[in-house]
């Protein structure tokens, strides 16, 4: 899975996460990056909570 350009992100704060999770995130070479099974792992659940966060906000916004 190749990973869609979102911007810069300090490569200390990818390590930091990685080392908080005890797994590699991105496998890594001179020309691509792409994400290992944890990393995939994480996307997925990652994905899920912002979707579940947006609809919870649109259930509040049509509550109030």
Do not use: C, N
């Amino acid at each position: 899975m190749r990973i869609p350009s979102i911007g810069f992100i300090p490569s200390r704060a990818i390590a930091q996460l990685e080392e908080e999770l005890g797994a590699i995130l991105f496998v890594r070479d001179t020309h691509h990056v792409s994400l290992t099974a944890a990393g995939r792992s994480l996307a997925e659940d990652a994905r899920r909570l912002l979707a579940g966060a947006r609809e919870a906000g649109e259930k509040v916004r049509g509550i109030a």
